[in-house]
């Protein structure tokens, strides 16, 4: 319990600290950095997007390697922070932090199984992997996370390539780069469990 309160502590101090630096102005004259449709679209969808790698790394099993279990907990740690540092944007504006409409817009999307956003797993799947217990649990959720680690890759990049606000746009290259390198590993695990990616 401790050290899930250690990590929660931590994601909230690099939360402010990354809010803090994008919302500091370089003079007293500086006014608030403008958002585009783009850039709250994507603060608003890949917050809710974040939530569900969150609880998706949460439904691993104890019994998961030690490496995985590593894996999962730094997920956590990292994409709450982003949730916090994404809907701090939105808050500071008075914008809602979800859409009736998600993805409307990152331009010339497709659809990704029927999921309304691209990567996310179905509630059946999220269900799976929750009962599911050693190696079979491994394999799911390397599967399920590598998924959603590509479609995050997806919605971030769109953001940097059609958002109009620097610091958005460097986030958003920062989860490209950091999801992109846990991706890697964690399809290197799943072939060492001589299992594939899903399609």
Not at 29 to 36: I, Q, Y
Not at 78 to 100: F, H, K, N, S, V
Not at 172 to 182: F, I, K, R, S, T
Not at 190 to 198: C, G, I, M, V
Request: proline share 5%; net charge negative.
């Amino acid at each position: 319990m401790a050290r899930k309160h250690l990590l929660l502590a931590a994601a909230c101090l690099i939360a402010g600290a990354a809010l803090g630096f994008w919302w500091q102005p370089a003079s007293s004259g500086d006014t608030a950095p403008v958002l585009s449709q783009v850039d709250i679209g994507f603060a608003q969808d890949m917050a809710v997007h974040h939530e569900q790698a969150v609880l998706l790394a949460r439904s691993l099993p104890a019994d998961a390697s030690p490496q995985i279990r590593g894996i999962a907990e730094r997920i956590v740690l990292a994409q709450t922070g982003e949730i916090a540092q994404l809907r701090g944007w939105l808050q500071l504006y008075d914008l809602p932090l979800t859409t009736a409409t998600p993805m409307r817009w990152m331009a010339h999307r497709h659809e990704h199984g029927g999921a309304p956003m691209p990567g996310l797993a179905s509630t059946a799947e999220i269900t799976r992997l929750a009962g599911s217990r050693g190696v079979e649990a491994e394999i799911l959720f390397l599967q399920l996370m590598i998924r959603h680690h590509y479609g995050g890759i997806d919605m971030a990049q769109a953001a940097f390539n059609t958002g109009s606000n620097a610091a958005v746009k460097r986030v958003a290259l920062d989860m490209v780069n950091e999801q992109g390198n846990e991706a890697g590993q964690m399809t290197a695990l799943l072939t060492a469990r001589n299992a594939q990616p899903l399609s």
